[in-house]
């Protein structure tokens, strides 16, 4: 399990093959998503997003959402990198990657862990929109996604 917080931004690929490189065998599948800064919020032109956490945990957080998504599904191994500060449109947020021997595991694996990093991670957002700022609330539609994993 590799988890990463941090302010600077990512290479996807450097990320990736660092996980493959860390599985105990060759992964069959290697799913990954990437989430990026939006343009518009509730069809509001943003300028920019400012994401803060608690430091500690947060990564705590993010080993505990790994390690449920590794006792649901066979996963050679998982990736989650979330940033925080000011990020401007078009910037990379979010990383989230697993890897098994076979892609359903993987596709839904990393599924999983977006609707529980949505959810359930100590991360706080504000939308600056015309020189404002404005929190961002949880989102019904983020806790509707997670029921479907609940057991």
């Keep these: 399990m590799i988890v990463k917080v941090q302010e600077k931004d990512f290479i996807a690929e450097k990320e990736i093959q660092e996980l493959k490189n860390n599985c ?40 505990e959402i790994s390690t449920k998504a590794s006792q649901k599904w066979p996963l050679l191994g998982t990736l989650i990198i979330h940033r925080y500060g000011k990020l401007n449109i078009g910037d990379q947020i979010v990383l989230a990657a697993s890897a098994s021997l076979h892609r359903n595991a993987a596709f839904e694996a990393t599924q999983f862990i977006m609707d529980y990093l949505k959810t359930k991670a100590p991360f706080w957002k504000s939308e600056e929109i015309n020189n404002q700022n404005k929190w961002v609330l949880s989102r019904r539609e983020d ?5 479907k994993w609940e057991d």
């Design 143 to 147: 806790e509707q996604a997670l029921k």
């Design 24 to 63: 105990m065998e060759i992964p069959g599948a290697i799913n990954s998503f990437i989430g990026y800064v939006r343009n518009f919020s509730n069809e509001k032109k943003l300028t920019s997003l400012t994401i803060e956490h608690y430091s500690g945990m947060t990564e705590k957080m993010l080993l």
